[in-house]
C-alpha cells in the first residue's frame, strides 16, 4: 500500500523527525511513502504569492507565518541524507505546487530537475480566493463561478505537463458546497488531460478527516470512474500534516478505488 501525500512541514530537517513518519508507516502496513513540502515553504517560490495575499488580509496573515521558513537546497540536502540510509518502506520525495497559469514557466525553471522523484500540482486558490481555509469564507460567493475557475485550472493544470500527479482533484468540495450544474463535461475533461500527459490523481483521505460532516472520503465516486474509464493512474494518500495520520484510511480509499 502507499500513503502518496505526506507533508514534513512540522518538524526539523532532522533524521529523527523523518524517522516518526516511517514509524507510522510500519504501523500502517504501508510499503511506500511519499513526502513532500508545499513550496510555498521555500523562499524561491515567494514570488508566486503576491496576488493572493493582497486579496485577503486572513491569507496574508497565513502566509506571512508559514512562508519561506527554508531554501529548497535545505530541503535537497534532507533528501541526499535519507536516500543514504536504508529503511523497511521505500520513500519518494517530491513538491506540492501551487498552480498559477501566469507562473508556469517560473514553476517550471525553480522545480524541474532538481532531483524530486514527483512533482504535484495543486489548485488551492480559485481566482485568488482561498478556498480551502475556513467555511465562512464563502459567504455571499458565486458557488456556480468558483465550481467552473477550479474546474477550468485543473485543466490547464493538466494540460501544462510539469507535474507528475494533480492534488486532491476535486478537494473543491470540502466544505460541502455544490454546484447547480453537472459536473460530468469537466471530469470528463480533466481525465482526458491527465491521461494525455501521463499524470497520476490523487485519490486523497485529507478532505474527510478535515471535516468529516461535509466532505465523503476521497474523489466524487463518478470522477473516479471515469478516472478508471481513461486509465488514468490513482495513488491513495492520506495528506497527513503529522506522523499521527499516515495511513490514513488508505485502505478504505483503495476499496473505493476498486468499487468504482
Known amino acids: ?16 523527525w523523518i524517522g516518526q513518519f516511517i514509524d507510522k508507516a510500519v504501523e500502517m502496513e504501508l510499503d511506500e511513502i511519499w513526502l513532500l513540502e508545499h513550496c510555498y515553504r521555500f523562499e524561491e517560490f515567494i514570488p508566486m504569492y503576491d496576488s493572493v495575499c493582497a486579496y485577503s488580509q486572513y491569507v496574508n496573515a497565513w502566509f506571512h507565518r508559514s512562508a519561506g521558513a527554508h531554501r529548497l537546497s535545505d530541503y535537497l540536502e534532507l533528501m541526499e541524507r535519507v536516500r543514504d540510509k536504508q529503511f523497511p518502506v521505500k520513500i519518494r520525495f517530491g513538491l506540492e505546487i501551487c498552480y498559477f497559469k501566469e507562473f508556469e514557466g517560473f514553476i517550471s525553471e525553480l522545480a ?31 458557488v456556480d463561478r468558483i465550481y467552473h475557475r477550479y474546474f477550468e485550472d485543473s485543466v490547464f493544470l493538466a494540460k501544462s505537463r510539469i507535474f507528475d500527479g494533480i492534488g486532491h482533484p476535486d478537494a473543491i468540495k470540502l466544505f460541502g458546497h455544490k454546484p447547480s450544474f453537472s459536473l460530468t463535461g469537466y471530469y470528463e475533461r480533466l481525465a482526458r488531460e491527465l491521461s494525455d500527459s501521463n499524470m497520476y490523481a490523487d485519490q486523497n483521505s485529507g478532505t474527510a478527516r478535515r471535516c468529516p460532516e461535509t466532505a465523503p472520503l476521497g474523489m466524487d465516486k463518478e470522477l473516479l470512474g471515469i478516472l478508471k474509464n481513461n486509465h488514468v493512474k490513482i495513488i491513495t494518500s492520506s495528506d497527513a500534516h503529522c506522523p499521527e495520520d499516515v495511513g490514513y484510511k488508505i485502505k478504505e480509499l483503495n476499496s473505493l478505488i476498486a468499487s468504482a
Open 1 to 16: 500500500m502507499v500513503d502518496g501525500h505526506i507533508h514534513i512541514e512540522r518538524g526539523a530537517y532532522t533524521l529523527d
Open 112 to 142: 524541474k530537475g532538481k532531483g524530486f522523484d514527483f512533482l504535484l500540482g495543486s489548485i488551492h486558490f480559485v481566482d485568488e480566493f482561498a478556498f480551502d481555509h475556513k467555511a465562512e469564507h464563502w459567504a455571499g460567493l458565486d
